[in-house]
């Protein structure tokens, strides 16, 4: 059974940096899409950013272009979500998502994907996720 495990986040001041991790076990994501969502308190889960774990191939949103990366491990099974000069607005829990459907070939289709599927309830079991807070 797929299991997701998020971790790495924290309390950090404006323009600081924070590594968020995501664990995955009971599955093998070989060509499929991995990715991160955000959800702050009041406000709609939104996508940040999806990786194609066949090429390690990305994509960011457009808004955090620059600031946000995502990234893979392929030998510990885990993907990441890098964040720099973090501002009050990305507080929220932070989750990371996995589809274990193997149809998508770029870090754009599954950003597109996995936006389409969790707002479907498609995707695999989500983790508890980890909190992101941003102070001034």
């Avoid at 774990?53 to 949103?61: I, L």
Wanted: charged share 20%; aromatic share 10%.
């Amino acid at each position: 059974q797929v299991q997701l495990m998020e971790s790495g986040g924290g309390s950090v001041q404006a323009g600081g940096s924070l590594r968020l991790s995501c664990a995955i076990s009971g599955y093998t994501y070989n060509k499929h899409c991995l990715g991160w969502f955000r959800q702050a308190p009041g406000k709609e889960r939104e996508e940040v950013a999806a990786i194609y774990t066949g090429d390690s191939d990305t994509f960011v949103g457009e808004d955090l272009k620059g600031r946000f990366t995502i990234s893979q491990d392929t030998t510990t099974n885990t993907v990441y979500l890098q964040m720099i000069n973090l501002k009050p607005e990305d507080t929220a829990m932070y989750y990371c998502a996995a589809d274990s459907r193997a149809d998508q070939n770029s870090g754009v289709r599954c950003f597109a994907a996995l936006a389409m599927r969790a707002a479907f309830d498609q995707l695999d079991p989500w983790g508890p996720g980890t909190q992101v807070t941003v102070s001034l």
